[in-house]
């Protein structure tokens, strides 16, 4: 396509064309198909835009005709020389070097990161552009870990250039790159004029890219300054944030409600709900997943086959709520009320080192029916008349829990720790592991009787 795109220009095709239709198409066609490539000179240039040549010699001179010099060698932005215009694609970005590249434009900025070299002394061109490219194009150059000043609102912060400029779209970025100008106090810090306090979150933001605020910090505020300084990362964060700590002041939710509110924010992203009311909600399948639920009203809410990973809901109240089949992994619910929930096949049992911690819950009633329950912490929790036939409680910590009246038939009790058990009126039929009497104490065990022993038969006779 280039080939023929040069051979039209240069008018060798003009007597051959014929007036087919089918040939218009076939130039629009090739048309279509030309490379058009953006050429600088340096950082910060705004550069033309050129059609790539046939080969890199008429680049070269397409070029050399663009800027009005002479132009010898293509470099990619990070210094890599260009010897095939195949490797190129539609409007990349290449820098020019010309003949006497000590022409090259440098402000005194550009400068003074040259380590002191004058600009006739690089061996080679490429020497050249890479030195003067460096501080714009590298994030671990000298200049961006240059330390800076900021005195905003009358507080001083120091922090390095590339902490402020690690959002390439945001304002602070473009506040603190060469040839931005900035009013300094008398100290050499610049001057911003916002808050400290909201200002501060966003600067560790930057630093590490995680979203702490500190108690008494009003997330809004913090908002409203990411947004002035345009950090769109945690914006979508500080969004979420404030509309989540809107709804948990709020009244009671509708199904509709909490779902516009789980759609705009990441399952990856910790939710607080603490204290929201969601009673008789119907929440069945969602994905409910790092949700702070903490002292929730979530009575006779249906969360059948919700994933509750990594969930808390530590004094949060579900009693006669419906969780058949959710996944409870990895879920913080001290002293969770559950009484007379059915929980039939749900999935609480330990992964990855992480379990399920139930210590102090009231459970009275529960359903557990062919639950995984493998390694829960049930210690010191109430499971009076609680069903848990057919459940996996391998390595179960319930030391301290009261069974009384519960209902164990086919269960898998291996390893599980009973030790201070109050085991009174519990089922244990076709349980998988037999019980150790040294786990428990005051055992008072329900067990089928014993038939009647009568007297010892008489021994055999000797044989013949």
């Known amino acids: 396509a280039n080939k023929f795109m040069s051979m039209v220009s240069a008018g060798l095709l003009i007597n051959q064309v014929p007036s087919s239709p089918h040939f218009s198409k076939s130039v629009s066609s ?6 058009r490539i953006n050429v600088v000179r340096f950082p910060g240039d705004k550069g033309k835009v050129v059609l790539l040549g046939s080969s890199l010699q008429e680049t070269l001179e397409i070029t050399s005709g663009k800027f009005g010099a002479e132009i010898v060698e293509l470099l990619s932005l990070k210094g890599a020389v260009i010897d095939d215009v195949r490797v190129l694609r539609d409007w990349d970005t290449i820098v020019a070097v010309t ?3 000590t022409e090259v434009p440098a402000s005194p900025e550009r400068c003074a990161h040259d380590h002191g070299q004058p600009h006739g002394s690089a061996s080679e061109p490429a020497d050249f552009v890479l030195r003067r490219t460096a501080h714009c194009l590298l994030p671990d150059a000298a200049s961006r870990c240059d330390w800076v000043k900021l005195n905003v609102g ?3 912060f120091a922090t390095t250039r590339a902490t402020l400029t690690s959002d390439r779209s945001s304002m602070l970025a473009t506040m603190f790159e060469p040839g931005w100008s900035s009013i300094t106090d008398g100290g050499g810090a610049y001057l911003i004029d916002r808050s400290p306090e909201y200002f501060e979150p966003l600067l560790n933001f930057l630093r590490h890219g995680k979203l702490i605020i500190n108690e008494g ?10 947004k002035f300084f345009g950090i769109s990362k945690a914006i979508e964060l500080l969004e979420a944030l404030v509309q989540s700590e809107e709804l948990s002041s709020s009244g009671h939710f509708t199904r509709k ?3 516009r509110m789980l759609s705009s924010t990441s399952s990856a992203s910790m939710l607080r709900c603490q204290g929201i009311d969601l009673e008789n909600v119907d929440l ?8 702070n639920f903490k002292c929730a009203n979530l009575r006779g809410c249906n969360l059948s086959n919700c994933d509750l990973s990594n969930c808390v809901l530590e004094r949060a109240d579900l009693s006669n709520a419906n969780l058949d089949g959710a996944i409870i992994q990895c879920v913080y619910m001290q002293r969770v009320n559950l009484e007379g929930s059915t929980m039939r096949g749900c999935t609480m049992g ?5 379990i399920t911690n139930m210590e102090g819950a009231n459970l009275k009633a529960v359903l557990f029916d062919n639950s995984q329950m493998n390694g829960i912490n049930l210690r010191l929790a109430c499971l009076k008349g609680a069903f848990l036939r057919s459940c996996n409680l391998r390595y179960a910590i319930m030391a301290g829990t009261d069974l009384e009246n519960c209902d164990l038939t086919g269960s898998d009790l291996q390893h599980a720790n009973l ?4 085991l009174a009126g519990v089922i244990f039929d076709n349980i998988i592991a037999p019980l150790h009497m040294s786990q428990t104490v005051n055992v008072t065990v329900q067990a089928a009787p014993l038939p009647p022993q009568g007297p010892l038969p008489p021994p055999a006779p000797p044989p013949n």
């Open 99 to 101: 003949k006497d590249h």
């Open 257 to 259: 409600e909490f779902l």
């Open 217 to 226: 910090v009003n997330p809004q505020g913090v908002l409203e300054e990411a």
């Open 284 to 291: 069945s399948y969602f994905d409910l997943r790092n949700i």
């Open 30 to 35: 090739v048309m279509s198909q030309a490379v």
């Open 350 to 354: 330990e992964r990855l080192g992480n």
């Open 154 to 156: 009358g507080k001083v």
């Open 419 to 422: 030790r201070g058990s109050n």
